[in-house]
């Protein structure tokens, strides 16, 4: 199992972070610089909720279907629902908080189980560089909507 936690502040409200986190337009993969165009579609929508397929090119592509959710304040769960890589149900959980200084604070908890060859591979990467590759994601991702 690959399970890694990372962290990242920002200088952007946690209200305004969580609103592009669960922005599901097109601009979705200007936002974030690992998500793939080829790879993004929005299948269904609440008020939320949502159902999307996201990926990366990475390995001939690597990508899930997940069900977002966000009614709990502070808090974005990600549940992986169908991937060939990986077993459904593993989670990516956002907390996200305002700091004093009208900045935000993200902590992220990650975990994917493997269900395939490419599973497994991809598991012991992000086991071992997914902390810093997905945090310097993240503070590019915040460094994009500081500029907006």
């Known amino acids: 199992m690959a399970k890694i936690h990372y962290e990242a502040d920002g200088e952007v409200s946690a209200e305004r972070f969580v609103a592009a986190l669960t922005d599901f337009s ?3 993969p200007e936002l974030w610089p690992s998500l793939d ?3 993004y579609r929005l299948l269904e929508r609440g008020d939320t909720w949502a159902e999307v397929t996201e990926g990366t090119d990475v390995l001939g592509g690597v990508w899930a279907r997940e069900r977002y ?4 304040p502070g808090r974005v ?3 992986l629902l169908e991937s060939p890589d990986f077993r ?3 989670l990516v959980d956002y907390h996200v908080s305002d ?7 993200l902590a992220v908890d990650f975990q994917r189980i ?3 060859p490419r599973g497994r591979l991809v598991g012991i ?6 902390v810093g590759r997905f945090g310097r994601d993240l503070r590019e991702t915040l460094a994009r909507l500081e500029r907006l």
């Open 88 to 90: 459904p149900g593993t």
């Open 125 to 130: 990467v992000v086991q071992l560089t997914g």
């Open 37 to 39: 165009a080829k790879f």
């Open 77 to 79: 769960t990600l549940t």
């Open 69 to 72: 959710d966000w009614s709990e």
């Open 26 to 28: 097109e601009r979705r």
């Open 114 to 116: 493997a269900a395939s």
């Open 99 to 105: 700091r004093p200084d009208g900045g935000c604070h």
